[in-house]
């Protein structure tokens, strides 16, 4: 990191005209000293194989070389003074380029870094305003799933209660064409119960009639078959005792004036079932016991009136002496 701090300080634009300034200065020295010209060394010639040292005084032309000299040596300073002032110049014009291209880089630079946080920002907001219309569009497309789900609850709802009010309007015709079915059957039940009421009591009252004129008849027969069953059972209980009496085997000594009391059971032919004694003196009720089993059949009326008054008897045997 501090080789990275480093190398951003020496690409700061301040740095740069430092260092540039500092090149220059440094190459304006190095063009002096090669520009400066070297003295100029005047030989005097003399005869051949004779040393300069040895050599006699020059004539006065070594004062006009001299002079030559300065002046060549002015021009030359001259020259070189506008040599290096041309330098100059042309390295202050360089350094200028330099710093208008640098300033013109660090613009192009700068408008660079905005452009491209420009372009960041952009595309942040365009990947922020995608994200939204992606948010959006989700809630959008859930809101309309929501809102078609509620749609179709709600279409599925109205179906339902139509569908209800449909049967609720069906149960209702049918309920009212059972209700007017019920009045008419009522109605129709009504009047045929009238109707049979009607003929029942018309019957009724024929049968009344019919039947008190029955009745009558029957009660007149009835009077007349009671006297005559009256007759008849006061005339088969005589015969009944008068077997009895034939077959009991009397004692004088031990039954006169003592009586006994028996039930006898008797069959629609006469036929004795069962003998019983109710009360009575034991010689009277074991001799009359003996005297029906000896009988083992007592007359018996053919009628069944007669016979349903006879066929449980209670008879009093009362052993008779002359």
Avoid at 16 to 32: D, W
Avoid at 108 to 113: L, N, Q, V
Avoid at 174 to 198: G, I, P
């Amino acid at each position: 990191m501090k080789s990275d701090a480093v190398q951003k300080w020496w690409q700061t634009p301040l740095t740069k005209s430092v260092g540039l300034h500092l090149s220059l200065v440094l190459i304006l020295f190095i063009s002096s000293l090669s520009f400066w010209p070297k003295p100029t060394q005047i030989v005097i010639s003399g005869e051949a194989g004779s040393s300069a040292a040895s050599a006699p005084p020059p004539p006065p032309a070594p004062v006009e070389a001299v002079a030559i000299d300065k002046q060549v040596l002015e021009q030359r300073v001259a020259e070189i003074k506008k040599q290096q002032d041309d330098a100059r110049k042309a390295e202050e014009q360089r350094i200028r380029d330099l710093e208008r291209r640098a300033q013109q880089a660090e613009r192009s630079r700068a408008a660079e870094e905005a452009r491209l946080k420009r372009v960041a920002e952009e595309k942040r907001k365009a990947d922020e305003a995608a994200q939204a219309s992606r948010r959006a569009a989700a809630e959008a497309k859930k809101q309309q799933e929501t809102e078609a789900a509620k749609a179709k609850a709600a279409e599925q709802q109205r179906i339902a209660r139509e569908q209800e009010r449909k049967k609720a309007e069906e149960a209702a015709k049918a309920a009212e064409a059972k209700r007017k079915a019920e009045q008419e059957a009522l109605a129709k039940a009504q009047a045929e119960r009238e109707r049979k009421a009607r003929e029942d009591r018309e019957r009724a009252e024929q049968e009344r009639m019919m039947q008190e004129q029955m009745s009558a008849e029957a009660e007149a027969r009835r009077r007349a078959r009671a006297q005559q069953a009256v007759t008849e059972v006061q005339r088969y209980t005589a015969m009944i005792s008068d077997a009895i009496d034939r077959n009991l085997i009397k004692d004088e000594s031990t039954m006169r004036g003592r009586t006994c009391r028996v039930n006898i059971r008797l069959a629609t032919n006469g036929f004795v079932t069962s003998v019983n004694v109710i009360s009575g003196e034991r010689v009277v009720c074991d001799a009359a016991v003996r005297a029906v089993n000896r009988a083992g059949t007592l007359p018996m009326s053919p009628d069944p009136d007669v016979y349903n008054q006879l066929k449980d008897i209670t008879l009093t045997v009362a052993p008779e002496f002359r």
